[in-house]
Every structure is written in structure tokens, then in C-alpha cells.
């Protein structure tokens, strides 16, 4: 089992950018696919971005195409989501998981992390 910790979270204006990071640590993290997914106060757990286990292939949910960037370092056990044109739609906390599974899809992943908080101003 891979044990995941966010961090990276805060304030931001519309616009802005923040990096988050996902740190792994347990078995071979670089096996693993990795995802985010977000949950804003009063609705469901959206599921974000992915990465496969490689960093060859990536996921993105359609309201963050184009703003949002996955990437994983694996000599590090982190993976990244570079969030940019940052929008008040994407205050939410972020979680992450890794898993081994179909990359691309939300059920590949059963335990995710304890979460970091975005708010976006507008």
C-alpha cells in the first residue's frame, strides 16, 4: 500500500497559479497510477487529473483542460498538479491517491490522502 500526504494548497486570486504536491511513501511508488480528485463545500467529489503509472498518459476532467498539468517525480515519490488561470469554481480540497489500476478512472482509487485547501478569490 502506498501512503499519499498533499501539501501545497492555499490562497490565491483569480488568475493566479499554485503548485500541489503529492508525496508518496510505501511500496513502489512509481508502479502506481496517481489522481486527483476535489471536493467543494455542498457537492460531490469531482475527479480531477491522472497520471499513469509511467507519466506517459494523463487524465484531465474537462473543466481544467488547459489550466491544470499533471506530472510526476518519480526520484522524488511526488507527483504534481500545476494549476493555473486559477478560477473561485476551483476552491475545493484536493485530494490525491495512487492506485494500480485503469489510470483515467475515479473507482481505480480507494484511499485518498488527507487533503490541502485552495480558495480562489475573485
Known amino acids: 500500500q502506498v501512503h499519499v500526504v498533499e501539501s501545497g494548497g492555499g490562497l490565491m486570486q483569480a488568475g493566479g497559479s499554485l503548485r500541489l504536491s503529492c508525496a508518496a511513501s510505501?511500496?513502489?511508488?512509481?508502479?502506481?497510477?496517481v489522481g486527483w480528485s476535489r471536493q467543494a463545500p455542498g457537492k460531490e467529489r469531482e475527479f480531477v487529473a491522472a497520471i499513469n503509472w509511467s507519466g506517459g498518459m494523463t487524465y484531465y476532467t474537462d473543466s481544467v483542460k488547459g489550466r491544470f498539468a499533471i506530472s510526476r517525480d518519480d526520484a522524488k515519490n511526488t507527483v504534481y498538479l500545476q494549476m493555473n488561470s486559477l478560477k473561485p469554481e476551483d476552491t475545493a480540497v484536493y485530494y490525491c491517491?495512487?492506485?494500480?489500476?485503469?489510470?483515467?478512472?475515479?473507482?481505480?482509487?480507494?484511499?485518498w490522502g488527507q487533503g490541502t485547501q485552495v480558495t480562489v478569490s475573485s
Open positions: 510505501g511500496r513502489t511508488f512509481s508502479n502506481y497510477a
Open positions: 491517491a495512487a492506485a494500480r489500476g485503469v489510470y483515467y478512472r475515479a473507482s481505480t482509487y480507494g484511499s
